[in-house]
Antibody, heavy 122, light 107 residues
Framework: QVQLVESGGGVVQPGGSLRLSCAAS????????MHWVRQAPGKGLEWVAV????????HYADSVKGRFSISRDNSKNTVDVEMSSLRIEDTGVYYC???????????????WGQGTLVTVSS | EIVLTQSPVSLSMSPGERATLSCRAS??????LAWYQQKPGQAPRLLIY???SRATGFPARFSGSGSGTEFTLTISSLQSEDFAIYYC?????????FGQGTKLEIK
């Protein structure tokens, strides 16, 4: 069965950095694009970033462009997001999510991880 | 960017009743709409894709309809486990966007 397990969340000061990781299993990871979606406390869902199946193509939400970097390692079945220059408004639960396509076009998310909490606070 | 507006923001209903949730897009998205169910402390779970196709694991009391700019999620007879927040999401245009959610509460 498909499993996505995020890790790396924690408390960080404004301006700091954090790296989140998502370990995937139960499917052919290298055939799927992967996304990160976040949810601020008590708020709705916001798409953050996507990486294509091979890692060549990457896109970011305007709110994180230039500060976040998504990457993947198909030999380890992991997808990461490196977050820098963190702001208070980056606080929330970060989910990795799978789409049933290889490319970075808009898609629906068929599997989600359980999420990891990032708190940006001084 | 396409804006999705869900209504109502919250809905208080009793088990056994029929629930109708709406999602309106700021421009046509054909049938490229998904619905997700999210329970407290849990990740969202895909419920409907392609506006009307039910995802694995959800019973037939859940149905989706609509195309263009107007979409509806219907739960024919509410069960206790259905009380949750429901989000719509469009994937017709880049970037994919979500509605703000409808909270379905027990009356």
């Amino acid at each position: 069965q498909v499993q996505l397990v995020e890790s790396g969340g924690g408390v960080v000061q404004p301006g700091g950095s954090l790296r989140l990781s998502c370990a995937a299993s139960g499917f052919t990871f290298s055939s799927h694009a992967m996304h990160w979606v976040r949810q601020a406390p008590g708020k709705g869902l916001e798409w953050v970033a996507v990486i294509s199946f091979g890692g060549t193509y990457k896109h970011y939400a305007d709110s994180v462009k230039g500060r976040f970097s998504i990457s993947r390692d198909n030999s380890k079945n992991t997808v990461d997001v490196e977050m820098s220059s963190l702001r208070i408004e980056d606080t929330g639960v970060y989910y990795c999510a799978r789409v049933n396509v290889a490319g970075v076009g808009a898609e629906y998310f068929d599997y989600w991880g359980q999420g990891t909490l990032v708190t940006v606070s001084s | 960017e396409i804006v999705l507006t869900q209504s109502p923001v919250s809905l208080s209903m009793s088990p056994g009743e029929r629930a109708t949730l709406s999602c309106r897009a700021s421009q046509s998205i054909n049938n490229n709409l998904a619905w997700y169910q999210q329970k407290p402390g849990q990740a969202p779970r895909l419920l409907i894709y392609g506006a009307s196709s039910r995802a694995t694991g959800f019973p037939a009391r859940f149905s989706g309809s609509g195309s263009g700019t107007e979409f509806t999620l219907t739960i024919s007879s509410l069960q206790s486990e259905d009380f949750a927040i429901y989000y719509c999401q469009q994937y017709n245009n880049w970037p994919q966007t979500f509605g703000q959610g409808t909270k379905l509460e027990i009356k």
